[in-house]
């Protein structure tokens, strides 16, 4: 187990970071999140985040707090990542169409505009963003990466729970991981 690591859930909105932030720590893994954002309908398990991760374009001076740890960054903010640390990347990975619904879904129970920019001009976005950050990941020494599809951790969380511990190289409670999802969250389905 490497303490100097940086490890980063990351992945596009409503993909299933909290989700794979609450196995980790249910595995015995330190995680970094300062609770200011309280669980609510949409993430009913909360969201652990940390706020000084908005900022990291800017102040990445919270970086050495990381370390040994796991942290929540969204996948926009990851080509800030400075190139002086390690970091292995756990990238949730869902269906676009069913990210967009449960956005759309959370943002209407917020009263806020659902519709601003319409799905397939979001859909091309995503699509092209991912792309784009696929080949930047790959090409950093610094950084290694798995993806993980969130379907596939509703269907069997105890494998998915072993691919992260092989991936990490940590020792991670599996079962404790496995126990934590919870299907019935898993609401906006293609």
Request: charged share 25%.
């Given at each position: 187990?490497n ?8 992945g ?11 196995m980790?720590?249910a595995?015995g ?5 300062d609770?200011?954002?309280?669980a609510?309908a ?6 652990y985040?940390?706020?000084?991760v908005?900022?990291?374009a800017?102040d990445?001076?919270w970086?050495p ?7 929540k960054i ?5 080509n800030?990542?400075?190139?002086e ?7 949730m990975?869902r269906?676009i169409e069913?990210?967009l619904?449960s956005?759309r879904?959370?943002?209407r ?5 659902a ?10 976005l995503?699509r092209?963003?991912l792309?784009?950050l ?5 090409k950093?020494?610094?950084?290694e990466?798995v993806y ?18 092989q ?8 079962e404790?991981m ?6 019935a ?6």
């Open positions: 187990m303490n100097e690591v940086i490890t980063i859930v990351s596009l909105p409503r993909s299933g970071t909290s989700m794979m932030m609450k980790l720590e595995g893994m330190p995680v970094l999140t609770h200011i954002r309280a609510d949409d993430n009913p398990n909360g969201y985040e940390f706020e000084r908005k900022q990291i800017r990445q001076s970086l707090q990381a370390k040994g740890k796991a942290v969204i996948s926009e903010l990851l800030h990542l400075p190139p640390y390690d970091y292995k990347v756990i990238f990975r269906q069913e990210t619904a956005q879904q959370m943002l129970r917020r009263g806020e505009p519709n601003k920019i319409s799905d397939q001009r979001m859909l091309e995503f092209r963003h792309v784009w696929d080949s930047r990941l790959q950093q020494a610094n950084t990466l993980v599809d969130y379907s596939a951790v509703i269907a069997n969380p105890v494998a998915q729970a072993k691919k992260i511990k991936f990490l190289s940590r020792r991670l409670d599996l404790a496995a126990g934590v999802v919870e299907p969250l898993y609401r906006q389905r293609r």
